[in-house]
């Protein structure tokens, strides 16, 4: 039979819509949708007839219903939410490619509960008139920081613009230039000061800067004086950093604000748990910080937010500020950020509360308990090929937090005798449920500290495709 011919009986895509396991379909998938696919899974197979040399064409099927598969599969494929779930098991607790931190369940609660039902966000219940979405939180942020006033922004980039808008616009804000740093994806605080508005004035060098490098660069067109948190790296060594009581006297003498982006913002001492010392955002606020910015979803553990806090003067300025509107939190992420901080209302029970704590704070006899547990599940039902063993390791923090901190862990080891460690990293990673797992050398690690409860079973059936995906 020649190609043309089978070209000719390829069917027509109302043909195979009319097919009744093709209208059930339409229970599962929006109807363009599968008339999209048809068209797909009639040309995929046009070429598939082209390409063929004839010779191989006999007895190739190009019934209507032969494309039934394909066309299901290519739906499966596209209809697949691209935002979804995957399993931590990096040990990287503030991942922020996998989303930052996770939420505990009343944050989770708090969240469902506004997205389903009106709710007083700007509405002031007791004299019944049009309220503040900024009132919900700033209570709150008031008694656990000691701060006068606080409000609430999209991210933590958005209050440090918002901030550097409000206070320092078309004037100059002195930076050490060891704090000139880029966090991670394109915010640098040179740019984000730039675009600001504000005129960046550098003092000092890489390692050393000293009160009078700020006192020296002070002008009549001096607004602010700005600390930055170098977040993601430290410099050792010879090395000279201005401190905070040095910053706010010198702010006062000269009647000049002071401003702190302290980036991952933590509000419990963590060197209780044994952790590096990490200074708390509440130490700012007592050594008279004007305004301080902190990030929602990361040492703090709650949703994507920016927390300003500070001096009521400055505070209040910035929430008249237009750009306020712009970089204005929504009602999800406000319930979220008021059930986070009311974990917070007792700092003893933070840690057992809070997901991201919890993680952080993680014992190591658990983690080691926990990693055993997991090891053994993967023992017992691997079967052969597989080496499954513990070995101790460190966790990391992430999320630019504590870079230098080593949290002791327990971690699963695999190799496996029919794939390297990059293939099996590659099958866990595109599973159905992705599990992110780290490698090194020649295995793969898999990490208790990040691996929520339930999820040893789901690693589990992510380790059984291996063998059928090799197999293939
Ligand atoms: C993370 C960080 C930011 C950006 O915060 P986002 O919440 O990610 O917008 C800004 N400054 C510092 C010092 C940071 O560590």
């Not at 980036?263 to 952790?275: A, K």
């Not at 939190?329 to 009311?342: G, P, Q, S």
């Not at 006899?365 to 055993?372: I, N, S, V």
Request: net charge negative; glycine share 8%; hydrophobic share 40%.
């Amino acid at each position: 039979m020649s190609k043309n011919k089978y070209l000719r009986q390829l069917p027509k895509v109302d043909e195979v819509l009319d097919l009744p396991d093709v209208k059930q379909l339409s229970n599962l998938y929006p109807r363009p949708l599968i008339v999209d696919g048809v068209r797909y899974v009639i040309d995929e197979r046009r070429g598939t007839i082209l390409s063929m040399p004839d010779d191989e064409l006999d007895g190739i099927d190009v019934s209507a219903s032969s494309l039934i598969s394909d066309l299901e599969g290519w739906l499966e494929k596209q209809y697949a939410p691209s935002l979804k779930r995957v399993v931590n098991a990096t040990g990287v607790v503030i991942h922020t490619n996998l989303g930052r931190s996770i939420l505990s369940a009343p944050a989770i609660d708090a969240v469902v509960a506004a997205a389903s039902n009106y709710s007083n966000l700007e509405f002031d219940l007791e004299k019944g008139a049009r309220g503040s979405r900024h009132s919900h939180i700033e209570s709150l942020l008031v008694k656990i920081t000691g701060a006068e006033a606080g409000m609430v922004v999209n991210n933590n980039a958005s209050a440090v613009f918002l901030a550097l808008s409000t206070l320092a616009a078309r004037r100059e804000a002195i930076v050490s230039r060891g704090q000139l740093v880029e966090i991670g994806g394109s915010f640098r605080i040179p740019d984000v000061m730039r675009q600001s508005g504000a005129i960046l004035r550098e003092v000092g060098t890489t390692n050393k800067t000293y009160i009078s490098d700020y006192r020296a660069a002070v002008t009549e067109n001096t607004a602010l004086l700005m600390k930055v948190h170098t977040s993601n790296f430290r410099i050792v060594g010879f090395t000279h950093e201005v401190e905070l009581d040095e910053m706010v006297a010198l702010g006062e003498e000269l009647g000049i604000p002071v401003m702190e982006d302290l980036g991952s913002g933590v509000l419990i001492d963590l060197s209780r748990y044994g952790i590096t010392y990490e200074p708390t955002v509440q130490e700012s606020v007592r050594a008279g910080i004007d305004v301080i910015t902190f990030s929602g979803d990361k040492l703090l553990g709650g949703p994507q937010a920016g927390l300003i806090i500070g001096k009521t003067e400055f505070v209040n300025r910035m929430k008249k500020h237009p750009l306020a509107r712009a970089v204005r939190v929504d009602k999800m992420t406000l319930a979220a950020l008021e059930a986070t901080l009311r974990e917070y209302l007792d700092m003893d029970t933070v840690w057992q509360k809070n997901p991201t704590i919890r993680m952080i704070t993680a014992p190591a006899d658990e983690l080691k308990t926990r990693g055993e547990a997991l090891a053994k599940l993967l023992n017992d039902n691997l079967g052969e090929g597989f080496t499954v063993t513990t070995e101790p390791e460190v966790s990391k923090v992430g999320g630019g937090s504590l870079p230098l901190a080593e949290l002791p862990t327990t971690v699963v080891s695999v190799r496996c005798a029919f794939a390297t460690a990059n293939e099996i990293e590659t099958i866990l990673r595109c599973n159905e449920l992705p599990v992110i797992v780290r490698i090194k050398e020649d295995a793969v690690l898999l990490d208790p500290r990040t691996i929520q409860e339930g999820e040893d079973r789901l690693i589990l059936d992510a380790f059984n495709k291996i063998r059928e995906v090799v197999k293939e």
